[in-house]
């Protein structure tokens, strides 16, 4: 069941077009030109657990359960009854038996215990979200393995998204980048930093690289 924070957070959020939770046949449209799976390609791996927050229709969420194959798990997690209904029904008739799907917001993924997570996919998440994003960063964050990767995109910025340069460099801050990074190209693959990282005043690299 969607809580209360979810059911707020659905009257808060952007119009569809803009959290890609519309009409299904329309998905196409917002992966015309994406480069998110070729990004994420050599970061998932067969038998890992990934996590496809804010999934939409779940187009990504079967592209993951494709790659980390039927020894692998694949959380897709998405505010929208609908959507998440027809993942659910998606995967029955495909036999899809690894994607576990859940009506609900990024900031609240209680139903994934800490550290458990290989990859997370939030492709075009924060940007979406009218409130809570902080939370469902810290929630990314601890959903996630020591040693696991995350992929975070904006598909729009300010005033069409939520999250404008400030933001996107403070979201960074709380990780190490791997690759990307660039507001101008908003997205990033990224990995947790380690505890000694997040103490204060201690400063670590990260590599930003366009592509």
């Not at 924070?5 to 917002?30: C, M, N, Q, V, Y």
């Not at 990004?39 to 927050?53: E, H, M, T």
């Not at 029955?92 to 997370?120: M, N, R, W, Y």
Request: aromatic share 8%; hydrophobic share 40%.
């Amino acid at each position: 069941m969607v809580n209360a924070s979810a059911d707020a957070e659905i009257k808060r959020t952007a119009h569809w077009i803009l959290s890609r939770r519309g009409p299904a046949f329309l998905g196409f449209l917002f992966r015309l030109g994406d480069k998110s799976l070729r990004r994420i390609g050599a970061s998932v791996k067969r038998g890992q657990v990934a996590a496809d927050i804010g999934c939409g229709w779940g187009h990504y969420s079967f592209a993951l359960a494709d790659m980390v194959g039927p020894e692998g798990k694949v959380y897709a997690i998405d505010l929208a009854r609908k959507c998440i209904l027809a993942i659910k029904k998606k995967a029955e008739k495909l036999g899809c038996q690894i994607i576990e799907a859940h009506p609900s917001t990024a900031a609240d993924l209680s139903f994934i215990k800490d550290g458990t997570v290989d990859f997370v996919f939030a492709n075009g998440l924060l940007c979406s979200m009218a409130a809570d994003r902080s939370i469902a960063v810290a929630e990314i964050k601890r959903v996630l393995k020591p040693e696991g990767r995350a992929y975070l995109s904006l598909g729009a910025a300010p005033p069409w998204g939520y999250v404008d340069r400030a933001e996107w460099s403070q979201v960074l801050g709380g990780f190490r980048v791997d690759v990307g990074g660039v507001y101008e190209k908003r997205w990033a693959l990224v990995t947790p930093k380690c505890p000694e990282e997040e103490r204060p005043g201690t400063s670590t690299k990260s590599t930003t690289v366009s592509k």
